[in-house]
């Protein structure tokens, strides 16, 4: 499909003005991977001024607040003790410890004259393959 845009003189001339180029501004100059590097860098240092500052307001909040609240290390939960009154793994970001799991016990269903076992889960062992294949029957080699 053919489309009847204008002509453009070059790359770098100014974008047709319409509504949609007020709301979204076409670029004409594209950018080489050195100027983009070099605004990530720029970026990435601003950034980390923009943190700093922020983590210092911070910090200046929650030292006022434990200055007019009176709170020690252990209330915040930042020592070994637990506070009176506190359970041990109360607090929101404690997580809690999975039980392990315990595993079934193994149940024998299938034993031969010379030891070998098989539970009847999983892939069936040689000698009950072998035994099957001679023309034994499965329930020849059932526990009882």
Same mark, same amino acid.
């Given at each position: =499909? +053919?489309?009847?845009?204008?002509? &453009?003189?070059? +790359?770098?001339?100014? $974008?047709? /003005?319409?509504?949609? !180029? ?5 670029? !004409? =100059?594209? @950018? ?40 020690? /290390?252990? %209330? ?9 009154? $506190? @359970? /041990?793994?109360?607090?929101?970001? @404690?997580? &809690? *410890?999975? *039980?392990?799991?315990?595993? $079934?016990? @193994?149940?024998? *269903? ?20 072998? /035994? ?7 329930? %020849?080699?059932?526990? *009882?």
């Amino acid at each position: =499909m +053919a489309h009847n845009y204008p002509p &453009r003189e070059d +790359a770098n001339s100014p $974008a047709p /003005a319409g509504p949609l !180029t007020e709301i979204f501004p076409i670029r !004409t =100059m594209t @950018k080489t991977y050195a100027q983009i590097v070099k605004q990530i860098e720029s970026l990435k240092t601003e950034a980390e001024k923009l943190r700093r500052n922020e983590v210092e307001g911070v910090i200046k909040r929650i030292r006022e607040a434990i200055g007019f609240y009176n709170l020690s /290390a252990s %209330d915040l939960g930042l020592s070994g003790k637990v506070p009176a009154g $506190a @359970k /041990a793994d109360a607090g929101p970001f @404690k997580r &809690r *410890k999975r *039980k392990a799991a315990v595993p $079934a016990p @193994k149940v024998i *269903k299938f034993r031969n004259d010379s030891g070998g076992t098989w539970g009847g889960r999983g892939k069936r062992p040689q000698w009950l393959r072998d /035994a099957l294949n001679s023309g034994k029957q499965l329930s %020849d080699f059932a526990v *009882k």
